[in-house]
C-alpha cells in the first residue's frame, strides 16, 4: 500500500489521531503518575459500582494478565479496590476508593480541559460533528 493509498485511509487516520491523542492522554497521566492504561482504566470505572476484572479485560482489550499488572499497581497506589464476586468466590471485583474518585475526577476534568492543536482548526460546528461520529462509531466497543 503506497503512501498516498494510506493517507486517503479512514482507517489509517484514526489510527493518526489516535496516536496524537495518546501523547496527550501520556501528558496527563504522568503528571498523576500512572501509566496511560492505569488513566484509561480509572476513566472506566464508575464510582459506587464494582465490575468484574474479565470485563475490564474486554473493555481495555487486552489480556488478563496485562489487567492484572494494572489492577495490582491502581491497587497498591489505593485508587482501586478489589473485592470477592458474591457470585463467584473465584472472580475479583475491582471498585473506585474514594482516592480513586477524586483522581477520576481530576482526571476527567484535565482531559475535557485538553485541547491539541490539531482540534484549534475546527470550528466549533465541525467539533461537535466529529464529536457525534466519534461517539457512534465508538459505542459498540463499550457494550
Known amino acids: 500500500m503506497s503512501n498516498e493509498t494510506l493517507q486517503n485511509n479512514l482507517y489509517?487516520?484514526?489510527?493518526?489521531?489516535?496516536?496524537?491523542?495518546?501523547?496527550g492522554l501520556m501528558n496527563i497521566a504522568e503528571k498523576h503518575k500512572i501509566s496511560v492504561m492505569q488513566l484509561y482504566t480509572l476513566c472506566l470505572l464508575e464510582n459506587g459500582t464494582s465490575?468484574?476484572?474479565?470485563?475490564?479485560?474486554?473493555?481495555?482489550n487486552c489480556d488478563a494478565s496485562n489487567v492484572t499488572g494494572i489492577v495490582d499497581r491502581l491497587f497498591q497506589q489505593k485508587y482501586i479496590k478489589r473485592e470477592e464476586n458474591p457470585q463467584d468466590r473465584r472472580a475479583k471485583l475491582i471498585a473506585l476508593t474514594p482516592k480513586g474518585t477524586k483522581l477520576c475526577e481530576k482526571l476527567a476534568q484535565e482531559i475535557t480541559l485538553y485541547q491539541p492543536d490539531s482540534l484549534k482548526l475546527l470550528s466549533e460546528k465541525q467539533k461537535n460533528q466529529l464529536l457525534t461520529l466519534l461517539t457512534k462509531v465508538s459505542s459498540p466497543l463499550e457494550q
Open 12 to 23: 489509517w487516520q484514526l489510527l493518526r489521531v489516535a496516536i496524537n491523542a495518546k501523547h
Open 51 to 60: 465490575i468484574p476484572m474479565n470485563t475490564l479485560s474486554c473493555m481495555l
